[in-house]
Structures are given as C-alpha cells and as structure tokens.
C-alpha cells in the first residue's frame, strides 16, 4: 500500500473527535504575548505589561489557567492530573 492509499478499516476523524483527543488527560502549556493572553483570558488586566505569560490549555484549547512562569504553568497541569506538553 502506498502513501496515498487508506487501509479499508481506517475511518478518518471528525472535527469534534481530534478536538476531544486526550481530553482530560492532556494540558497544553503555551506562552502567549499579551494580546493573545487578553483574548484567552478576559479578565486579564492592563498591569500584565512586561512579564512572561503562561497558559495551560485543555486538549481541545480551553483556557485552563494562566501564569507567569512556566514552571507553575506545568505545576498547574500536573496538580489537576493532566499530562503537560508544550506547545510552540
């Protein structure tokens, strides 16, 4: 079989299917400039200007929590039970 062939059991996910992979299992951890931080996480106030931020994502984006080092971002994830992985 090459590249471009399926295999005839093979059915490929839904949106919603690759959106809830690792679901509850996997945190995502993602530094963010502020901007983006302020999308994410609306309560986010001006005096965030200048630091490093940090969010903790669920596997299918959910802004978990946010942080200012990357440490506590991971910390966060492990302390709820979830797997971290970065993301870049």
Do not use: C, W
């Amino acid at each position: 079989m090459n590249e471009n062939e399926k295999a005839p059991d093979m059915v490929p996910m839904t949106q919603v299917e690759f959106a809830q992979l690792g679901d509850g299992e996997v945190a995502y951890i993602k530094q963010l400039d502020l901007i983006v931080a302020r999308k994410l996480f609306p309560a986010l106030r001006a005096g965030a200007k200048g630091i490093d931020l940090y969010a903790v994502l669920g596997a299918d984006g959910t802004p978990l929590a946010l942080t200012d080092s990357r440490n506590a971002a991971i910390a966060n994830a492990i302390e709820n039970d979830l797997v971290p992985v970065s993301v870049h």
